[in-house]
């Protein structure tokens, strides 16, 4: 059965998908890649990829339907101009509740990575987070970088590994709870707003109603 992925937003020039956990955004071990499902389900020759989700990680993610418009999201990305907000959940205490969090990564074992504290290059990520349930928070981040792996480390870094994120030291669960929950853009002078609640993950009910 080909898995049909939900469409949250669509313009003649780009599609914003709602991909779920545990498909990669690269062909991976599967017989076929997301990009290949997507051309496929739209009756497309090829959609193009503008920018990464991790296998683990849920959310809006952009994909072109033209080199054109491909074109036009690699330059507002690299210019920092589209704004993402992602959702997470720890069931650990922050060091800080809100702030910044700014430092250079650094590739460590496994395939992780770490926070340093000097600032050469650094990840900056903007975060607020409130109290679900004595043992649940809920952050909203904003990466104002990005970084591989940004978000899972900045939470790391704080004291509180994502709910799930086993290679962050994160209490494993059903799914990582990591989330893509809103891009912000102005594409052709037209501004952009999306927001896409996850479909699925038991502790997501507590702030999804």
Not at 23 to 48: F, P, Y
Not at 50 to 65: E, F, P
Not at 162 to 186: C, M, N, P, W
Request: charged share 25%; aromatic share 8%; net charge positive.
């Amino acid at each position: 059965m080909t898995l049909t992925l939900p469409i949250c937003y669509q313009h003649p020039d780009f599609i914003i998908i709602n991909k779920p956990d545990g498909l990669s955004v690269h062909k991976d071990e599967t017989e076929i890649g997301l990009t290949e499902m997507m051309a496929r389900q739209l009756n497309v020759e090829q959609v193009w990829l503008v920018h990464r989700l991790d296998k683990i990680t849920s959310g809006l993610l952009i994909l072109a339907l033209n080199k054109e418009a491909a074109a036009k999201f690699y330059h507002l990305f690299e210019q920092h101009k589209i704004r993402k907000t992602y959702w997470a959940l720890s069931d650990k205490k922050p060091k800080k509740k809100q702030g910044r969090i700014v430092g250079d990564m650094e590739k460590i074992r496994n395939g992780a990575w770490k926070l340093c504290h000097s600032k050469d290059n650094p990840a900056v990520t903007q975060f607020t987070s409130n109290t679900l349930e004595p043992s649940l928070r809920h952050f909203i981040l904003q990466p104002k970088t990005g970084k591989t792996h940004q978000l899972r480390v900045a939470m790391k870094s704080l004291g509180s590994p994502i709910l799930g994120d086993k290679l962050y030291s994160g209490t494993a669960v059903d799914r990582v709870y990591l989330h893509a929950y809103q891009l912000e853009f102005e594409y052709e002078n037209e501004r952009i707003c999306v927001q896409a609640e996850p479909t699925s993950g038991h502790f997501w009910q507590k702030i999804c109603i």
